[in-house]
């Protein structure tokens, strides 16, 4: 365990001349961090409990005023619009979601001229209310909500020279309200285009997993050749696009016509000719940066490619291995939902506090809000009371799941690493492969990940998820900071941010190669990584050079795949393609037309990064195991180097007296 484990006095793999690879008799590690993340978990399971029996989302959707009345319904069925009393008070991008801090009125139909002290919508007519609004503006209906109509102003340019209100105050505030309301009025317009074209999206990612399946396919035989194709397809990609709109340029470069570039509603019109020319200038600088970066790493990127190789080979004799991510990859998909589910149903709940409904009514929805009160006091005729001691922990409640969000998705992923590293390392300490590689090297990765190490993967999880809340905080901070005039305390802010950006990929980097550690030698999580830090630290321009050259080469090949499917579905939803094509496009009649290439493009980036990663998995393990192999053994007949020959070829060690 971190806080003291009998193993850690026992004899040090790293210094045992007799160490012979992935030890079999393990012990449990890092007790206490196990315990700790079960105890998390059943404290989760009972809140998303609590929020799901006590949470309606639909309450989100319909507007309440300041007296917690739901507008449309109950007593307040001939008042659906919710009118705001100073719209200025929400100049907030989070308004949709936290509210106003201003009185709101559930009213007939919203403002149809511009007045001051408007008597009709002061529910006692009584204008020193502070329920009474000081001014309305001629609005229209954006959801329920009365949005005032800019276009109001001209006709009456003086009418809030009366009240302490600048015109400039409501526009700032209107325009942010308006855009907040119109993201979901966009949202479900790209849901109805998703929808629309939901079987072309998914052709499109079946099309890019097989890519990608078909690419490493070919790299266990010809790795140096499909490496090479990735890097120069993309060198090529970018040298095309130069190529061509430099040409056009100049075909272009002494017309004035106008070009039209993007979907719609989202369209931009340039000069063909400045257009050409920036983006000949743009792809040219990217093709010229990369172009020396491969010059630079000439030589490294051949090294990259023989670990490659010896990673096709390892991939190659565990093909489950290539399975494998899907099983993490759906579990994270699982709890982002879960997290969002349990967030919306706390929000629900912290907005049913209160809320008062007609009893008498038997509208669907007041019945449903019914239920929620059923069973609970109330201190009003005609009304419920819904959780009302919860209403002040529900944002503690927020802060907890997303807490556990963050936690469960990291555990997650090591899962997924620390199985694939257990896997590779049972594949580089056979002595004879494949020979000596023992059956179902996955799956009993898989076991012991969970019978020994579940607590190791939950304290290395836990760090992360402690570091990205800490960034949230930052950024609420920062967000809550951005209108004060104090430099010093900004730019200790965004010194703060940086530094823990860089902790949490530092984390990330520690923790990827102390689960590697751990599948090798079974010690607990702080022992492992002190392990592989110094492992790594011995070995640095090793670790620079061959392991983040791979890395690089193993980007360029996936970035090459996402290229090429992404400019594929421009061509089909662009209509660039055959005329055909292009008039099945219209008869979809989508709204955003770069929605689906958007989803295609971000869907085939995951598809190929989760292929890809085991790749990227399989190289780490090799390279940690390599460098521990050094530390290790010296190729005498006692203790001989576990690493292939083509390795040992590559990198100038050889056994002595032994046939491997």
């Not at 257009?275 to 940066?289: E, H, K, N, Q, R």
């Not at 989760?610 to 203790?639: P, Q």
């Amino acid at each position: 365990m971190c806080f003291g484990d009998k193993e850690d006095n026992e004899k040090e793999p790293l210094k045992d001349g007799n160490y012979r690879g992935p030890v079999t008799n393990r012990s449990c590690t890092d007790i206490i961090c196990c315990i700790i993340f079960i105890i998390f978990l059943v404290a989760f399971a009972g809140v998303s409990i609590f929020a799901y029996v006590k949470g309606d989302y639909q309450l989100i959707l319909y507007p309440l005023d300041s007296k917690n009345n739901l507008c449309g319904f109950g007593t307040k069925e001939q008042k659906p619009y919710l009118l705001f009393s100073d719209i200025t008070r929400c100049m907030s991008p989070v308004v949709f979601l936290m509210g106003c801090d201003t009185p709101q009125i559930c009213v007939t139909k919203c403002p149809s001229k511009t007045e001051v002290a408007p008597k009709q919508y002061c529910e006692d007519q009584d204008i020193s209310d502070s329920e009474c609004p000081l001014y309305a503006i001629q609005s229209r209906d954006l959801l329920k909500r009365c949005v005032p109509d800019i276009t109001a102003f001209a006709k009456t340019p003086n009418i809030l020279d009366k009240v302490n209100v600048t015109e400039n105050d409501v526009i700032s505030s209107t325009k942010i309200m308006e855009g907040v309301f119109k993201a979901k009025s966009y949202a479900e317009q790209i849901i109805k285009d998703v929808m629309t074209s939901w079987w072309i999206i998914l052709v499109a990612l079946i099309i890019a997993m097989f890519v990608s399946l078909l690419w490493i396919f070919l790299m266990r035989w010809v790795a140096g050749i499909m490496v090479w194709f990735g890097v120069i397809a993309f060198l090529v990609l970018f040298a095309a696009g130069c190529g061509v709109s430099a040409w056009k340029y100049t075909i272009w470069k002494d017309s004035d016509e106008q070009m039209t570039v993007g979907f719609n509603p989202l369209l931009f019109t340039f000069s063909k000719a400045k257009f050409y020319l920036w983006t000949s200038i743009i792809t040219g600088v990217i093709f010229a940066i990369f172009l020396l970066i491969l010059l630079v790493l000439f030589s490294r990127i051949r090294i990259a490619i023989a670990l490659i190789k010896e990673g096709s080979r390892a991939v190659g004799s565990i093909m489950s291995t290539l399975l494998w991510p899907i099983i993490p990859f759906i579990l994270q998909i699982g709890v982002i939902f879960l997290w969002l589910s349990v967030a919306v149903h706390l929000y629900a709940v912290n907005r049913s506090s209160n809320l008062k409904v007609n009893s008498s009514e038997t509208n669907a929805i007041v019945a449903q809000i019914e239920s929620l009160c059923s069973g609970l006091p109330t201190n009003e005729t005609n009304a419920c009371s819904v959780m009302r001691s919860m209403e002040s922990y529900t944002l503690y409640l927020q802060i907890y799941a997303l807490f556990m969000f963050f936690w469960l998705i990291n555990f997650v992923s090591a899962m997924g690493q620390l199985t694939l590293a257990g896997a590779f390392a049972s594949y580089y300490w056979s002595f004879k492969k494949p020979d000596d590689i023992p059956s179902l090297p996955l799956l009993k990765s898989f076991w012991r990940c969970f019978r020994y190490h579940f607590g190791s993967l939950a304290f290395g999880s836990l760090l992360i998820a402690i570091v990205q809340m800490i960034r949230v905080l930052l950024e609420y901070l920062d967000h809550k900071l951005k209108d004060v005039e104090n430099p010093l305390a900004k730019f200790i802010l965004k010194c703060m941010k940086c530094c823990f950006w860089c902790l949490e990929k530092f984390l990330k980097f520690l923790n990827k190669n102390a689960y590697i550690m751990i599948a090798v030698h079974g010690k607990n999580f702080c022992a492992s990584a002190k392990d592989a830090f110094m492992l790594i630290l011995a070995n640095i321009a090793r670790t620079v050079v061959i392991d983040k050259s791979t890395s690089f080469v193993l980007f360029l090949s996936r970035l090459a795949i996402v290229c090429a499917i992404g400019f594929a579905s421009y061509a089909v939803f662009g209509q660039k393609i055959s005329h055909g094509a292009s008039e099945y496009i219209d008869e979809l009649k989508l709204s955003f037309h770069v929605v689906p290439i958007v989803i295609i493009v971000i869907g085939t980036y995951i598809i190929t990064s989760l292929f890809f990663s085991v790749y990227d998995m399989a190289v780490d393990t090799l390279f940690l195991c390599f460098l521990d192999d050094l530390n290790v053994n010296d190729g005498s007949a006692e203790k001989p180097y576990f690493m292939s020959k083509q390795l040992m070829s590559i990198l100038g060690k050889n056994n002595k007296d032994t046939d491997k």
